[in-house]
C-alpha cells in the first residue's frame, strides 16, 4: 500500500516536471525555427570572431615561451617576461607606444567631431536619393587597399612630379620633401584615415539621427530654435550614448594601429619614423630582423594589456559623469 502510494507521490510531483521540460523544448524549438534565418546571418560573424579573435589567444602563451616551432606551443620552454624585456631596452619601444597612442587618440577625437558633422549634414538631406549618393562616396573609401591609397597620396606628395609640389613651383614657392619630412605626417595620416574611415562612422550617427521622433524637432522649431540650436540641444543629446559606445569601442583599440596606413602611406620611410612609427610597424621590423616569434607575442600581449587597462579607465569616468536615468557607459 505504502509503495503504491509512493509511486503515485512521485508521478504526481515528476509530470509537472516533465510537462514544463516538454513545453520548454516546445518553445525551444519553436523560437530556433522562426528566429532561423537571423542565426544563419549570425554564423559567419561567429565563425569569424572564434577564428580571428579566441583562438589567437594562444599567443598569451607564447609571450612567455621560448617559441619554437618543432616543439608546439604547449612544449616550448617557459621564460617568463623575458621575451618583454626589448620593449624597454630601447628609446624605440617608447617611441612607437607614445605614436600610436598620439596619433590614435587624434585619429579618434577628430574622426568622431568630423563624423558627427558629416552626418548632421546628410541628415539635413531632404533628398533621399542624394542622400544614397552621398552615403555611396563615403564608403567607397573603405574597400580600397591601402597599397592603393598609397599610390594615391604618393601622386600627390612625390617630390619631383608629385601634384602638390607641382602647384607650388607653378606659384614660385620651393618644393617640399615630404618624404624625408616627419613634421607634416601626423596631418597627412589623419586626412588619409579621416578619408577611409569617416564614412562608416557618419552612417552610424546618421541611423541615431534617423530614429530621433521628429515630433522633438517641430516642438524646436515652434520655439524659434535655428538648425544649431535643434543640433545642440535635440540631435547632439539624442545620439550621444552611440557617440559614447562608439568612442569607448575606439579606446579599446587604441594601441593597435592600422599597420596598411603606416607602413604603405608612408612607404616605410626611415626617415619618418620619429613621427610615424608605430607599435605595429615596430613589431613586425623587430620580427623580420630577430625572426622570433616570441617576442613578437609579447608585444601584441603588451598592445592589449594597456588597451584593457585603458578602456576601463575611460568607462570608469563615464560612469562617474553620467547619469542615472542615462547609463552612457558600457558596463
Known sequence: MNASLNSNTQSDISAPRKLRQSLWQSMRGHIFRRNLIWFLMALPALVWIIVFK???????????????????????????????????????????????????????????VFAMFIAWLLFEVYSSALTKYYQTMLLLPRFISWVVVSYFVYALLATENGLINTTLQHLGLHPISWYTSPKYWPIILLLTSLWNGMGISSLIYLSGMLAIDPQLFEAARIDGANKWHQFRYVTFPMVLPLVVINLLLAMAYIMNADFGLFFQVTRNQPLLYPSTDVLDTFIYRSLIVTKNVSMAAAAQFYQSIIGFVLVIFFNWIVRRIERADEPLSLF
Open 54 to 112: 579566441y583562438l589567437p589567444l594562444i599567443g598569451v602563451w607564447i609571450a612567455f615561451t621560448d617559441f619554437k616551432v618543432r616543439r608546439g606551443v604547449f612544449g616550448s620552454e617557459f621564460v617568463g617576461f623575458k621575451n618583454f624585456e626589448f620593449l624597454f631596452a630601447t628609446d624605440t619601444a617608447l617611441r612607437a607606444t607614445v605614436n600610436t597612442i598620439t596619433l590614435n587618440l587624434l585619429f579618434i577625437v577628430v574622426g568622431a
